[in-house]
Nanobody, 118 residues
Framework: QAHLVESGGGLVQPGGSLRLSCAAA?????????MAWYRQAPGHGRDLVAG??????HYADSVKGRFTISRDNAKNAVYLQMNSLKPEDTAVYYC????????????WGQGTQVTVSS
């Protein structure tokens, strides 16, 4: 059962920007969770793109300096600002939530497609 809903994906030219949003689809609160964005390109596994908890952020090397993860705990939402997009950023992007002290994610979204192409 998906408790998270992503939005904001689409088609963009190389060098362009997109902002992905992820919101809770149910009454579950994620404000204390580790929140992450993953992506999966065709023929590849699902890779961690960025994560955030207690104001501390983490980024994959491939997106450092181009992507920014942020959250609004009052809205129970997390965002991914993607700038200077490249064709290799093309993938389905997923939002996920993991409770503190747990190794498994408790919620995933269904994904939003990002396509970078001229």
């Amino acid at each position: 059962q998906a408790h998270l809903v992503e939005s904001g994906g689409g088609l963009v030219q190389p060098g362009g920007s997109l902002r992905l949003s992820c919101a809770a689809a149910s009454g579950i609160k994620f404000s204390r969770d580790f929140m992450a964005w993953y992506r999966q390109a065709p023929g590849h596994g699902r890779d961690l793109v960025a994560g955030i908890i207690d104001g501390i952020t983490h980024y994959a090397d491939s997106v450092k300096g181009r992507f920014t993860i942020s959250r609004d705990n009052a809205k129970n939402a997390v965002y991914l600002q993607m700038n200077s997009l490249k064709p290799e950023d093309t993938a389905v992007y997923y939002c996920a939530a993991r409770q503190r002290g747990w190794t498994e994610y408790r919620s995933w979204g269904q994904g939003t497609q990002v396509t970078v192409s001229s």
